[in-house]
């Protein structure tokens, strides 16, 4: 399994318990921005960007969820951290929580942000990655992002929708379509009863991706999970309502910090 070296950063305190940002298809680790300034303030925060998004290499597919999970592996064994949390929104959810069910040791806590442990009809992921290969990201622009934010808050907030699509559009066409085949073959229903870490499963209430019906399942299948649906959000729920996701999120990860001083 060839393992590429993932774009990362760490922001916060050097000496704090660190959690791991892992983004969602088609965006990179700026969509975190919103999340920033509350967790950095008792956590040293590393993000991450897939193969093929920002200047993560991407060689040629189909990718697997091994093989994505195995990147960040390699980089938590790069960068000496034994043990860390994580938070993964989508894609960067599916690849967190194979982390956690094939390396239990190495997660303390879990936050699965909209994701599913399986969603058929799969194969239109396939389907969305080979127009990509053939045609170019802008193919499939609207498509995808059509999910990401509520109309109400791209009438509100057009300067954001913006921002997202035009980084979406800068993406490795290689590397988004090797994404989109590892999601094609997800089926990740028995590997989630595999999860030691305590877990929060969140949701946005009009979510078209990956509506909360995906995740109350998925949390259903976790030994030690909690599920939290968020109204007036889309895909990324954590842009959108991020005044609610920050406080579930610091609510869950709050235990990491008793003991740090």
Same mark, same amino acid.
């Given at each position: 399994?060839?393992?590429?070296?993932?774009?990362?950063?760490?922001?916060?305190?050097?000496?704090?318990?660190?959690?791991?940002?892992?983004?969602?298809?088609?965006?990179?680790?700026?969509?975190?921005?919103?999340?920033?300034?509350?967790?950095?303030?008792?956590?040293?925060?590393?993000?991450?960007?897939?193969?093929?998004?920002?200047?993560?290499?991407?060689?040629?597919?189909?990718?697997?969820?091994?093989?994505?999970?195995?990147?960040?592996?390699?980089?938590?064994?790069?960068?000496?951290?034994?043990?860390?949390?994580?938070?993964?929104?989508?894609?960067?959810?599916?690849?967190?929580?194979?982390?956690?069910?094939?390396?239990?040791?190495?997660?303390?806590?879990?936050?699965?942000?909209?994701?599913?442990?399986?969603?058929?009809?799969?194969?239109?992921?396939?389907?969305?990655?080979?127009?990509?290969?053939?045609?170019?990201?802008?193919?499939?622009?609207?498509?995808?992002?059509?999910?990401?934010?509520?109309?109400?808050?791209?009438?509100?907030?057009?300067?954001?929708?913006?921002?997202?699509?035009?980084?979406?559009?800068?993406?490795?066409?290689?590397?988004?379509?090797?994404?989109?085949?590892?999601?094609?073959?997800?089926?990740? $229903?028995?590997? #989630?009863? %595999?999860? =030691? /870490?305590?877990?929060? *499963?969140?949701? !946005? &209430?009009?979510?078209?991706?990956?509506?909360?019906?995906?995740?109350? $399942?998925?949390? #259903?299948? %976790?030994? =030690? /999970?909690?599920?939290? *649906?968020?109204? !007036? &959000?889309?895909?990324?729920?954590?842009?959108?309502?991020?005044?609610?996701?920050?406080?579930?999120? %610091?609510? =869950?990860?709050?235990?990491?910090?008793?003991?740090?001083?």
């Amino acid at each position: 399994m060839a393992v590429v070296p993932l774009q990362h950063r760490f922001d916060g305190p050097r000496t704090a318990p660190v959690v791991v940002l892992v983004p969602t298809l088609g965006t990179k680790w700026s969509m975190w921005e919103p999340q920033m300034p509350e967790l950095t303030r008792r956590l040293r925060v590393l993000r991450v960007n897939h193969r093929g998004h920002g200047s993560s290499p991407a060689p040629p597919g189909p990718y697997s969820m091994q093989e994505l999970g195995g990147d960040l592996l390699t980089l938590l064994d790069e960068c000496d951290l034994e043990q860390v949390s994580f938070i993964g929104i989508g894609l960067g959810a599916m690849v967190a929580l194979w982390v956690a069910a094939t390396n239990p040791s190495r997660v303390s806590r879990l936050a699965l942000v909209s994701t599913t442990a399986w969603a058929p009809p799969l194969p239109r992921w396939r389907d969305i990655g080979d127009r990509v290969r053939h045609f170019g990201i802008s193919s499939v622009i609207d498509e995808v992002t059509r999910s990401w934010f509520t109309p109400g808050f791209c009438e509100r907030r057009p300067d954001i929708v913006t921002r997202f699509t035009e980084e979406f559009e800068k993406i490795s066409p290689e590397g988004y379509a090797g994404c989109c085949d590892a999601i094609a073959a997800l089926d990740h $229903r028995p590997l #989630a009863r %595999l999860v =030691h /870490a305590p877990t929060v *499963v969140i949701a !946005g &209430a009009h979510d078209p991706q990956t509506p909360p019906g995906h995740g109350r $399942r998925l949390a #259903a299948l %976790l030994p =030690h /999970a909690r599920f939290e *649906v968020v109204s !007036g &959000a889309a895909h990324l729920v954590n842009v959108e309502r991020s005044d609610v996701v920050n406080e579930l999120l %610091l609510q =869950h990860l709050d235990p990491l910090s008793v003991h740090w001083p």
